[in-house]
């Protein structure tokens, strides 16, 4: 896996600084084509969030297993699993210091431990669709924080695109059937989906996307441990079925170690607001992999669905124009 190189930080190409005004060899040869290099950023975020949308039917397996306990194997595998990658991709992980402690610990408490809690209890009151209709719901909150924890104000377009992929969200999972827990699970697993994002701005800029999924996976791991030894117990792992163990296994792979490097690599090139639209796509990969464990055809709501998401995807995401350069004068 390729290292993310230190300019991944720097602003994307839509909100980049303009190029110098110093004339170029060659005009028309120094004008990149915006619309696939303002794009490519986007993709790991793209990959990332279809995994994490596929995890809500895949936490179905682990209803019946010990949380805990099985959530910090996850974990735990995933951490070993990222400091191999670091190693063999010779990327050097710093030691946080200050306050990037707090920061780190909060990604691993709401977006590593509560998240999960919340799924893994919030599937057993309510059908997955509302758990991810809920996650969908997080390009509100990530367009109008994200930025100004970034410095920076709200773009008028990831705001005005942010309600039209939740709604398509919505048409893709439907309400669903729920109880007033599943609904407080589903809120929870909302705003903790949010802190996985908005509490690693401050520190991806030092840490960068190897760092902060190392970092945040390795402490999610400790606390899990530590919860394990209170109110469960490690010997309760013994009880875990075929199908529970390689539901764990996915999660600790594609959905924690995959997942994790290739969505910070995503915010840290485009920043949070514009990356939180793609939290919409978490819903489509539902609904996929509940075709793909034969829940059925999706119907015509789900087809609307898809096309406004896409359509606010579309809205949200476009790269601004390239600046006009200009006229050359007559020879």
């Not at 306990?69 to 710093?94: D, E, M, N, P, S």
């Amino acid at each position: 896996m390729q290292t993310p190189p230190d300019s991944a930080t720097a602003p994307s190409a839509s909100t980049a600084p303009s190029a110098p005004t110093a004339p170029s060899a060659s005009p028309t040869a120094s004008a990149p084509p915006v619309g696939s290099t303002a794009f490519r950023p986007l993709v790991p975020g793209i990959v990332g969030m279809a995994l994490v949308g596929s995890s809500v039917t895949v936490s179905r397996a682990l209803v019946e297993a010990p949380l805990f306990a099985t959530q910090a194997v996850r974990y735990a595998a995933a951490a070993l699993l990222l400091f191999g990658l670091a190693r063999a991709a010779r990327v050097r992980i710093h030691l946080p210091r200050g306050r990037e402690w707090l920061w780190l610990a909060g990604i691993a408490a709401t977006g590593l431990v509560l998240f999960n809690v919340a799924v893994v209890r919030g599937v057993a009151h309510a059908e997955p669709a509302v758990i991810a209709v809920a996650v969908a719901s997080v390009p509100i909150l990530l367009g109008l924080l994200g930025p100004l924890l970034e410095g920076r104000r709200p773009s008028r377009r990831v705001l005005l695109a942010a309600p039209v992929v939740v709604a398509g969200a919505v048409l893709v999972e439907g309400t669903g059937r729920t109880d007033a827990a599943g609904v407080a699970w589903a809120a929870l697993a909302l705003g903790c989906e949010a802190g996985f994002t908005l509490l690693a701005v401050p520190v991806l800029r030092r840490h960068g996307a190897w760092g902060v999924s190392v970092h945040a996976v390795w402490l999610g791991a400790l606390m899990l441990a530590g919860l394990t030894a209170v109110f469960e117990s490690p010997a309760a792992l013994s009880s875990l079925g075929r199908a529970q163990w390689a539901a764990t296994g996915y999660l600790a792979v594609m959905v924690t170690a995959v997942a994790f490097l290739l969505w910070y690599r995503t915010v840290a090139a485009v920043g949070a607001g514009r990356a939180g639209l793609l939290t919409g796509i978490a819903p489509l990969a539902a609904a996929g992999a509940g075709v793909l464990t034969g829940s059925g055809v999706p119907g015509p709501a789900v087809w609307l669905g898809l096309l406004v998401v896409i359509v606010g995807l579309g809205a949200g995401l476009r790269p601004d124009r390239a600046p006009r350069s200009a006229p050359t004068p007559p020879a």
